[in-house]
């Protein structure tokens, strides 16, 4: 990758990066001054956030899923408890 897209490709990830507008703002101001080296430290760390980034969203994402089934098994888990109860009740007051 040249240093152009090195640039390009840093820019687009510090767009969804949650570091602050100050930061990114220097980053913007100074890409170009900047040295290859710190170019390609920096391009690795925003795409290592990127990738953080996205594992979280899809361990929540899985986690919501989940919590999702748990809470439906719960719901029916509840209404056979009532079933059973009012089943009961009724038994109790008809014998």
């Known amino acids: 990758?040249?240093?152009?897209d090195k640039e390009k490709k840093l820019l687009e990830l510090l767009k969804d990066s949650f570091v602050s507008e100050k930061i990114?703002?220097?980053?913007?101001k100074n890409i170009k001054k900047a040295s290859d080296d710190l170019i390609d430290g920096v391009l690795k760390s925003m795409a290592q956030e990127k990738m953080g980034m996205e594992k979280i969203a899809?361990?929540?994402?899985?986690f919501?899923?989940?919590s999702?089934?748990?809470w439906d098994d719960l719901e029916v888990e509840q209404l056979k408890t009532a079933?059973?109860?009012?089943?009961?009740?009724?038994?109790?007051?008809t014998s």
């Open 1 to 4: 990758m040249n240093r152009q």
């Open 24 to 28: 990114k703002e220097i980053v913007r």
């Open 58 to 62: 899809t361990d929540l994402m899985k």
């Open 64 to 66: 919501d899923a989940e």
């Open 68 to 70: 999702e089934v748990r």
């Open 83 to 93: 079933d059973d109860f009012v089943e009961n009740a009724l038994k109790e007051l």
